[in-house]
């Protein structure tokens, strides 16, 4: 089992940045891939960013890309999503999820994964 937990959100007004990070504790001996989801109220939950197991390869969604940047620390089990030039459109919960084991892909779909976050609300105010 992998337990995952998000931090880091927050309310900050648009054009700024937060960073947030997921933690992973219990078996997390072999690598894994990890990806960040966000859902806003009323919409479904969407892929943002994915990283591979040794961080080799990452993706990201159009909508963010050259504003959000995921990495990892595997010394620190620890798997970041840096985000700049927040929008408002940005505001949701964000979710990281985990796939154990990864391999060296990156994964888009939800159902890739088999272990989640409890989330982290972010709030960019206009």
């Known amino acids: 089992q992998v337990q995952l937990v998000e931090s880091g959100g927050g309310l900050v007004q648009a054009g700024g940045s937060l960073r947030l990070s997921c933690a992973a504790s219990?078996?997390?001996?072999?690598?894994?891939?990890v990806g960040w989801f966000r859902q806003a109220p009323g919409k479904e939950r969407e892929f943002v960013a994915a990283?591979?197991?040794?961080?080799?390869?990452?993706h990201h969604v159009d909508s963010v890309k050259g504003r959000f940047t995921i990495s990892r620390d595997n010394a620190k089990n620890t798997v970041y999503l840096q985000m700049n030039s927040l929008k408002p459109e940005d505001t949701a919960v964000y979710y990281c999820?985990?796939?154990?084991?990864?391999?060296?892909?990156?994964?888009?779909?939800?159902?890739?994964?088999?272990?989640w976050g409890q989330g982290t609300q972010v709030t960019v105010s206009s």
């Open positions: 999820a985990a796939r154990s084991p990864g391999g060296y892909a990156v994964y888009t779909s939800r159902n890739n994964y088999n272990y």
């Open positions: 219990g078996r997390t001996s072999g690598f894994y891939a």
């Open positions: 990283i591979s197991s040794n961080g080799g390869s990452t």
